[in-house]
């Protein structure tokens, strides 16, 4: 039996659904508790697994298949790029996924202003003109990927393509490489 009338719409990572933890709580009358100083929340009285995937903001994502059933649905995804504030943000339905800095191509090497869609993914990619590792790479167009960098500056600094971070609080290649899939619209403006 399903336990709402209100159809979700679930983060989808590596092919494996989940929901925010304030949402499912909310949704299933639980109690939900985040210390934001510590970063530990609870569901139920139970701590949350700190190994869980986060949106941007924070908030943890629950596994759907470790909830009681209820009626979800695929949001559609989708990607704007701003050269000018150097930020990428990734939209699942409504919901953004995804807000953080991005590197991209510095004067003379301009990362192209346009509408294109995701393309292939590759987690060991090398780039073909400058034989420099690109991990966790997905195709844009032409020779621009978005893809993690050892090199990340926030400011435009590639040869082109659009580079997220791979160290800190959150590993956003990796993250960005789980949750993409091709054919996903990404507009990239200046």
């Not at 470790?66 to 979800?72: A, D, N, Q, R, S």
């Not at 993690?148 to 926030?154: A, I, P, T």
Request: with cysteine; charged share 20%.
């Amino acid at each position: 039996m399903l336990l709402t009338a209100l159809i979700l719409v679930p983060v989808t990572l590596g092919g494996k659904a989940f929901l925010p933890a304030d949402e499912a709580a909310r949704v299933l009358g639980w109690s939900y508790t985040y210390d934001s100083a510590t970063e530990i929340a609870q569901l139920q009285g139970r701590l949350i697994d700190p190994a869980l995937p986060r949106l941007w903001n924070g908030t943890y994502l629950l596994p759907l298949d470790g909830l009681p059933p209820l009626k979800v649905r695929r949001g559609e995804k989708r990607v704007l790029v701003d050269l000018g504030r150097q930020e990428m943000q990734a939209f699942e339905g409504s919901r953004e996924v995804i807000r953080c800095q991005v590197s991209t191509g510095r004067p003379g090497k301009e990362t192209p202003i346009g509408r294109f869609r995701l393309g292939i993914k590759d987690p060991d990619h090398v780039s073909s003109i400058y034989k420099t590792p690109m991990p966790w790479s997905v195709h844009v167009t032409g020779a621009i990927y978005i893809h993690g960098s050892e090199w990340f500056s926030n400011s435009p600094a590639s040869h082109g393509c659009i580079r997220l971070e791979m160290h800190g609080a959150t590993d956003w290649a990796q993250w960005f490489y789980s949750w993409a899939e091709s054919g996903v619209p990404i507009v990239i403006r200046g």
